[in-house]
């Protein structure tokens, strides 16, 4: 889950460091969406962490957050290239290149970027069949698989 409240390239670089030692097979990359009634809720509102509701246009695409320290581009790029990221950590450092390649885009313009991800991560997890990485499941956004050594 990406987005919590205070969410910062620190923290995130922590959960990937756990991510990528403990292996899960499936990942549900997801926003993080507080529950009215819990403490979380209570928090996000007593601190003014809610974007105007004028501002969200798709919940899965988009945490209802706002945050200090990340622009909502930064929390997109972080949650969509979440398995690339991962890959880094587990030692495949060509997907940095391919993160840089999506750096300099607008937040618009990076969401346009979805279908050309998808192309370009199915043809990175070709390159490595045989080493263990992660890619999106049956070319989704929204899950990802850990490619076994075979």
């Not at 205070?6 to 990528?20: A, P």
Request: aromatic share 14%; with cysteine.
């Amino acid at each position: 889950m990406t987005a919590l409240p205070g969410e910062t390239m620190k923290r995130f670089n922590k959960t990937t460091d756990f991510l990528s030692k403990i292996k899960p097979y499936l990942i549900r990359p997801t926003f993080f969406i507080p529950i009215k009634g819990t403490p979380l809720f209570d928090y996000c509102k007593e601190n003014n962490l809610f974007k105007k509701k004028s501002q969200i246009t798709n919940h899965f695409s988009e945490s209802v957050l706002k945050f200090d320290a990340l622009s909502d581009i930064e929390i997109l790029r972080m949650n969509t290239l979440l398995p690339w990221y991962l890959n880094i950590k587990m030692g495949l450092k060509e997907y940095e290149e391919f993160i840089e390649k999506f750096e300099n885009f607008t937040y618009e313009e990076f969401k346009d970027k979805m279908t050309s991800i998808l192309s370009l991560d199915k043809k990175l997890s070709e390159k490595n069949k045989g080493v263990e990485h992660y890619c999106y499941f049956q070319n989704n956004l929204n899950y990802l698989v850990l490619n076994k050594k075979n």
